[in-house]
């Protein structure tokens, strides 16, 4: 299985960002697909996900208002459009794929090498 991210880059505070995931390889019936992020010195954390074959979304506290996870199944690929960004949302940011519609961290069986979001003040 292999997850290709894209769509990262240097932005300033305020500005929007669109990321995409493409997976390839898997033949998960139900699953789960997800955005985390890791800043500097900071443990990864996750920021949205989406699951199969419901397509319920969700958010992290952080994330929730700004954020909007979208995606399409038949084509295995999630996005991430990240509106009105800030410093702190500075991180690389990883996509990931899980089975059994989970989220979470630990549900996630493959992951992606991650792409550099850069928020500037």
């Known amino acids: 299985v292999q997850l290709q991210a894209s769509g990262g880059g240097v932005v300033q505070a305020g500005d929007s960002v669109r990321l995409s995931c493409v997976a390839s390889?898997?033949?998960?019936?139900?699953?789960?697909m997800s955005w985390f992020r890791q800043a500097p010195g900071k443990r990864r954390e996750f920021v949205a996900g989406i699951t199969w074959p419901s397509g319920s979304s969700y958010y992290s506290d952080s994330a929730r208002g700004r954020f909007s996870i979208s995606g399409d199944n038949a084509q295995d690929t999630v996005n991430l459009q990240m509106n009105n960004l800030k410093p702190e949302d500075t991180a690389l940011y990883y996509c990931?794929?899980?089975?059994?519609?989970?989220?979470?961290?630990?549900?996630?069986?493959?992951w992606g090498k991650g792409t550099q979001v850069t928020v500037s003040s």
């Open positions: 390889g898997h033949t998960f019936r139900s699953y789960g």
């Open positions: 990931a794929i899980g089975e059994w519609s989970t989220v979470s961290e630990s549900g996630m069986d493959y």
